[in-house]
């Protein structure tokens, strides 16, 4: 998937497995589609699907270590890579950005995917071709900020994980975890460059019903390379999450303030809920039926704006 620079557990596991490849997660090889403009608001008129703002509020600054460089002020660059969630989420996210900080934006998600697949030196092992690894999209468009959603693969499906799961290994995988969110932070890292390295910004993930405490920790391994490396945490996966319990998952949540002034948000507002899952799909956001190919969220869909929003509200926060 390539996006032009616009302007402004057991059975449990392998069910999540089974579920994911019908959400055109593994085995989609990524999205193939032209690259085209961002469109306002996919799949129906008006601006309010991206626009207004945010009732994620801005998470506390994270330490700032590390050499990189605070961007410029005006119109940041940023760069979105990530798995299937980011795939879905691109174009709301590639919206809000440019609507609220005039940002100049370009995404490659591959569905599927996780840290490794996104290192140079993969070669054949990777569902991400040469083009679209971290560094070479950092030295070709120098951009402000990397953001990386990964949920992290746990199955072993893509090549480069070398067939470690959360599963059969599990501290094994944890430590492989880790290792890649080093080497692809110093990747960028050196990508960049002196003064124009980029900001990393980690996704932290919303709760899984099928394996919390590997969310939980997955989300660890990302403070942790904070702390020690620096970049910037987004924790998406908090307004996805009851307010009470972050990591307990909901397929309903209370409307927001802003889902309940736009109500093709609020899916159920006279119960002032709204569904953040389809019934069929715990771990996706978009609404939409699923496809064999996978694809940006076609439909106004409550979790997908709530996880963008909460990033550009972390972008927007380091720029202040």
């Given at each position: 998937?390539?996006?032009?620079?616009?302007?402004?557990?057991?059975?449990?596991?392998?069910?999540?497995?089974l579920?994911?490849?019908g959400?055109g997660?593994?085995?989609?090889?990524?999205?193939?589609r032209?690259a085209?403009?961002?469109?306002?608001?996919?799949?129906?008129?008006?601006?309010?699907?991206?626009?207004?703002?945010?009732?994620?509020g801005?998470?506390?600054?994270?330490?700032?270590?590390?050499?990189?460089?605070?961007?410029?002020?005006?119109?940041?660059?940023?760069l979105?890579?990530?798995?299937?969630?980011?795939m879905?989420?691109?174009?709301?996210?590639?919206?809000?950005?440019?609507d609220?900080?005039g940002?100049?934006?370009?995404?490659?998600?591959?569905?599927?995917?996780?840290?490794?697949?996104?290192?140079?030196?993969?070669?054949?092992?990777?569902?991400?071709?040469?083009?679209d690894?971290a560094?070479a999209?950092?030295?070709?468009?120098?951009?402000?900020y990397?953001?990386?959603?990964?949920?992290?693969?746990?199955?072993?499906?893509?090549?480069?994980?070398d067939?470690?799961?959360?599963?059969?290994?599990?501290?094994?995988?944890?430590?492989?975890?880790?290792?890649?969110?080093?080497?692809?932070?110093?990747?960028?890292?050196s990508a960049?460059g002196?003064?124009?390295?980029p900001?990393?910004?980690?996704?932290?993930?919303?709760?899984?019903?099928?394996?919390?405490?590997r969310?939980?920790?997955?989300?660890g391994?990302?403070?942790?390379?904070?702390?020690?490396?620096?970049?910037?945490?987004a924790?998406?996966?908090?307004?996805?999450?009851?307010?009470?319990?972050?990591?307990?998952?909901a397929?309903?949540?209370p409307?927001?303030?802003?889902?309940?002034?736009?109500?093709?948000?609020?899916?159920d507002?006279?119960?002032?809920?709204?569904?953040?899952?389809?019934?069929?799909?715990?771990?996706?956001?978009?609404?939409?039926?699923?496809?064999?190919?996978?694809?940006?969220?076609?439909?106004?869909?409550?979790?997908?704006?709530?996880?963008?929003?909460?990033?550009?509200?972390?972008?927007?926060?380091?720029?202040?």
């Open positions: 998937m390539r996006r032009l620079w616009g302007t402004g557990v057991g059975a449990g596991v392998l069910a999540g497995a579920l994911l490849a959400c997660d593994p085995g989609s090889g990524g999205e193939t032209a085209a403009p961002l469109p306002e608001n996919p799949g129906h008129s008006g601006r309010s699907a991206h626009a207004g703002p945010s009732d994620a801005d998470p506390a600054p994270a330490p700032r270590r590390g050499a990189a460089a605070k961007p410029r002020r005006e119109a940041p660059k940023v979105y890579l990530g798995d299937s969630l980011a879905e989420n691109q174009d709301v996210l590639g919206a809000l950005l440019k609220r900080l940002a100049r934006y370009r995404s490659a998600p591959y569905s599927g995917t996780t840290l490794c697949d996104y290192l140079e030196g993969t070669g054949k092992d990777s569902l991400v071709p040469d083009r690894k560094a999209l950092v030295r070709a468009e120098r951009p402000d990397v953001v990386l959603q990964f949920w992290g693969n746990a199955w072993g499906y893509t090549p480069c994980m067939g470690i799961t959360y599963a059969e290994a599990r501290e094994k995988y944890f430590d492989r975890y880790a290792a890649d969110a080093r080497a692809l932070a110093a990747q960028i890292d960049g002196g003064s124009g390295r900001r990393v910004v980690w996704v932290l993930q919303g709760p899984d019903p099928i394996t919390p405490d969310v939980r920790r997955v989300n391994l990302y403070e942790a390379q904070v702390r020690a490396g620096g970049g910037l945490l924790d998406a996966g908090k307004a996805v999450a009851p307010a009470s319990s972050r990591y307990t998952w397929e309903t949540l409307c927001t303030s802003y889902e309940v002034k736009h109500p093709a948000y609020c899916t507002p006279a119960r002032g809920r709204t569904a953040l899952h389809r019934s069929d799909d715990y771990l996706h956001f978009c609404l939409a039926p699923t496809t064999p190919k996978s694809r940006p969220c076609p439909t106004r869909s409550p979790g997908v704006r709530r996880m963008a929003s909460a990033i550009t509200s972390r972008v927007a926060a380091d720029l202040r």
